[in-house]
């Protein structure tokens, strides 16, 4: 029997790590979407487009990657500057890029569509998780509600991804979450 396709937006492959086999898992047959407009440096968003094409391959997932929508993103999050995590700005992110999974999802004839961004201990998943409806009621795919570092979940993404020897990053990628408190350097 066929698995039905679910598109999983991915942030990086270090939180992509533990989503996937669970979408899999699951019943699904994941189809990762790197879409990260935000990412800053433009070698960062290199870097972790490679670790997502190497993941993709480890696994034998489907890879979709999206350059556009960096001008979309300063309009919509960029322009609300520094801020703190997990405020306005991060919710115009979360809203810019499930928005493009949304979409893509419903292009490409995919029912379904998730995000590894509750993967994160850093991001709240019930504000993800709104931005994930709205996008879905616009687009008409179906969105999957899922909090992927509960149960453990952020365990086993870091599990799989130093088993898969994946880059794995201190920041969210924006350039104002480069000089977050705490932060390596």
């Known amino acids: ?38 990412i800053h440096p433009d070698s960062e968003l290199e870097m972790r487009r490679v670790e997502v094409d190497k993941l993709a391959k480890a696994r034998g997932f489907g890879l979709i990657s999206d350059s556009s929508g960096k001008d979309e993103w300063e309009r919509t999050a960029g322009v609300l500057g520094p801020g703190s995590e997990g405020g306005a700005r991060c919710r115009a992110c979360f809203g810019q890029r499930l928005g493009r999974a949304a979409f893509k999802a419903a292009e490409l004839g995919i029912p379904a569509f998730t995000t590894t961004l509750t993967a ?9 998780f709104d931005a994930g409806r709205e996008a ?18 952020f365990g086993e993404s870091a599990r799989l991804s130093r088993e898969l020897g994946l880059s794995r990053q201190d920041y969210c990628g924006c350039r104002f979450s480069m000089d977050r408190p705490g932060r390596k350097k």
């Open 1 to 38: 029997m066929k698995r039905p396709k679910a598109l999983l937006h991915v942030c990086c492959a270090p939180c992509a790590a533990g989503p996937s086999k669970s979408l899999a898992d699951a019943g699904w047959e994941p189809v990762l979407f790197f879409h990260n407009p935000n």
């Open 120 to 128: 994160s201990p850093h991001k709240n998943a019930m504000m993800v």
């Open 136 to 153: 879905a009621l616009e687009w008409g795919a179906a969105f999957l509600e899922y909090d992927f570092k509960k149960r453990g979940g």
